[in-house]
């Protein structure tokens, strides 16, 4: 059985950091990544990370502020996050692609950040 676990979620204040991870088990994966979704809004990217964590990218949002990670060895992708911004705000989501696909099959139930000002 496929399993994605994202944990690491809370209520920070603005500026503040907080790392996400995502425990994944149950196959071979291969480009994970995350995404999120705000109240009201359509699910975003957020971040990926190819198998062997040579190639990771980011939403313009994030870049220079998230910086996406994973441990095979662990089977988990992490993903942290610094000064953060009230628009950060959003549950947060673990995907996984099957290895050599290039669409998110696999998707994790989410975590909440809340970021107050």
């Known amino acids: 059985q496929v399993k994605l676990v994202e944990s690491g979620g809370g209520l920070v204040q603005t500026g503040d950091s907080l790392s996400l991870s995502c425990a994944a088990s149950?196959?071979?994966?291969?480009?994970m990544g995350w995404f999120r979704q705000a109240p009201g809004m359509e699910r975003e990217f957020v971040a990926s990370?190819?198998?062997?964590?040579?190639?990771?990218g980011y939403a313009d949002s994030v870049k220079g502020r998230f910086t996406i990670s994973r441990d095979n060895a662990k089977n988990t992708v992490y993903l942290q996050m610094t000064s953060l911004k009230p628009e950060d705000t959003a549950v947060y989501y673990c995907?996984?692609?099957?290895?050599?696909?290039?669409?998110?099959?696999?998707w994790g139930q989410g975590t909440q950040v809340t970021v107050s000002s």
């Open positions: 995907a996984a692609k099957l290895v050599g696909s290039s669409t998110y099959r696999d």
């Open positions: 149950g196959r071979t994966f291969g480009t």
């Open positions: 990370i190819s198998r062997n964590g040579g190639i990771t």
